[in-house]
Structures are given as structure tokens and as C-alpha cells.
């Protein structure tokens, strides 16, 4: 196994022999010259200006054209739903108005020969704190959980004085502006900037990074997240459908269906490898997940009395019981096409089905292997 430069410099430090040192420092010296090699291959010269706009201009920039998707300043595809919260909105409102300071917010100079799009500004991250503000300003938000200035709750902005709105709308905010900035950089920039914090769910910065423009993602997973009997037979609420629970599901049927016995302990780092090692698919393979993804759906739909849901009147569909029922239906009809279970009732609600779908220990590799093929199992023996 190679060693890494930290191993090999323990070694010269308890190394006795000059020719041994010798060996090590020369070998230490060739691990920093690849690694600086390394960075130059892959070191990438981004223009940007920092500037300050006004409240009041990236709203103006933002709102005018909004409605026919014309504003100079847009949120990308890539960007995710505008999911913060009421008390979230407010914080942020209360911060400028007490002259906090506010993280800088990333925008990019968009360079098309499309002369619709040439010219306009790309929110590269920031677009919640603008869409806040733009709200705010539309009397849409009214201030609600502030704590440090509770006769602040309930405010609209047009109930502030106008002395305070004129003042709020010429705060300042601090912008980075990219320019001569490629697509890829821009995606990669989103999601440095937000993988690692509580803000951004897994499937958020998935689509935000280079991932959400590859065949996979695109042509199969986002696909089969719009699939309407997915859409009925797996319930999700409105919160986790803007959080990207329904692309989350789409992804974790093929991973698992893909490779689900060399799962390791990681979901996060399983479902990753999955989308980096099969984003570019030829369109036979493309239109097979589709036709065994609507299979599954379509069979769950037929035989299956909630779907994927617990009970009738549960309201959301856990993950571990989508993807033992899913990736197992699933294995079952490629293994069997015209499968007709009659047995389903007499295992479904048993409890060792039960104990297979409990969140303790569910992402471990014997218990992802147990559930799927528990499934597997009763299905094609009731057949």
C-alpha cells in the first residue's frame, strides 16, 4: 500500500542509517513535486470583482422579469426550491436591519451565444438570502419567531416606518461577481460552499454539483422522480419534496439495485460513488432503468395496498422500507417478469418484516443484504 507523506516522515524521524534518510527525503520530495504538479493541472484562474449592491438593487435585479423568467439577476437549475423557513426569513431581515454582517453572497456574469441569456447574472449561492429579501419586500414575509426583537414579530416591511424601509433598502450587500466562470466551475463553486453544513440535504448539493448535469441524474434519476405512479405509491410531504426526498429515493433504487451487496457503512458515500462511477450511459442502458423502475412502480401500485407507506393513513414513506420493498419487487420481477404474488398480506405487515425495516442498525451491509432479499424471497416464493 503506498504510504502517504506523513508515514514517510515518521519514518525519517526515527531513521538511524544516512542512506535510509536519504531514500526518505527523496522520496518525500517527489510526493510534494506531483502534488504540486497536481495543483497546477487542475488550478483554474477565476476573474471576480467584489462589490456591494444595495437591498434595494438585487431586488429591483431579481424581481423585474421574474414572472417570464427574464430578470437580469436568476437563479440557476442547478439552485434548489426556496425552502427556508418563515423564522429562518426573519433572522436574516433582523440581522441587516441591527447592521450584522451577512456572508458574502456569489453571483456570475453569464457569457452565452443565446442573446436572451448573454449579459444576465447567475446566483452561484446566495439565492435564499435574496429570495428572503425579495419577499420582505413584497410584503410577503411577515417577521415571526425573533427573539432579540420580538415587537419586530409580525411586521411586514410596509409596516415599518418609512424612514427604516428607506434606510433598509439602501443597506448594503456584499457580492462577489465571477466572470469568464464556466458552468462546471460554478457547480463545483456551489457545492464547496455548501457541502459540509446543515443548510444543503445530500440531494441538494448532488444536483448543484457537476452530478446534476449527467445522463444519469437527468435522463434516469430525475425522471423517475416525476414517474406518477412513483408519485403514488411513495407519499412525501411538500417540505421533503422541496428538499429533493423524491430524487433521493429515484437514486437510492438503482444504487442499491446496482450494487446493494457491496454496500459499505456510508449511505452518503455509497450513493456518491454510485452516481460518479455510471454517469455516462449509453441510451439501451438509460431506457432498461426506466422500463424496470416503471415495473417496480406499476407492480407496488397493483399489489402492494399503501404503496410504500405503513399504514393507510400514514402521510410520508420512510427510506429503509422504500428501499427494501422497491430494490427487492424489483429483483424479483428480473428474476421472474410475470410475477403474480398471492401471498403478500402473510409477510408484509409481519413482524419480521418489521424488524428488518426498524432504523437500528439499518445501514449496516448484513441488514441492507437481509431486507432487500427478504423481499425478494416471499415474493417469488408466494408466486
Known sequence: MTKTISQLKQELNAANSDAVKVELKSQIEQYQTEADNAIRQHQRVVDYDTKEFTVEMVVN????GLADDTNELFVPDYQRDFVWKEDN??????????????????????????????GRIEIVDGSQRIRTLHAFLSNDLELEGLKLIPELNGFRFSDLPASRQRRFNRISIRIIELSDCTEATRRDLFERINTGTDELKDMEVRKGSAY?????????????????????????SPTKLKRGEDLEFSLRF???????????????????????????LEDAEIGDMLEIFNKTMLFAKQYFPYGFKKTKGSKT????????????????????????????????????????TTADAANSRPRVKARIEYVRDQLLSGD
Request: glycine share 4%; aromatic share 12%.
Open 254 to 280: 438503482f444504487a442499491y439495485l446496482s450494487n446493494y451487496q457491496g454496500f459499505e457503512h456510508s449511505v452518503r458515500e455509497f450513493l456518491n460513488e454510485y452516481l460518479e462511477n455510471n454517469a455516462d
Open 317 to 356: 414513506t420512510p427510506r429503509v422500507r422504500f428501499e427494501a420493498l422497491a430494490v427487492g419487487i424489483a429483483l424479483a420481477l428480473m428474476e421472474k417478469p410475470d410475477l403474480q404474488p398471492t401471498n403478500i398480506s402473510d409477510w408484509l405487515f409481519s413482524e419480521e418484516f418489521k424488524q428488518h
Open 89 to 118: 426569513q426573519s433572522r436574516l431581515i433582523e440581522s441587516l436591519l441591527i447592521g450584522l454582517p451577512i456572508p458574502y453572497i456569489f453571483i456570475a456574469d453569464v457569457q452565452s451565444q443565446d442573446p436572451d441569456l448573454d
Open 61 to 64: 435585479k431579481y424581481s423585474k
Open 212 to 236: 446534476g448535469s449527467s445522463k444519469l441524474y437527468s435522463k434516469v434519476i430525475a425522471v423517475c422522480a416525476d414517474n406518477a405512479d412513483f408519485k403514488e405509491v411513495v407519499p412525501l
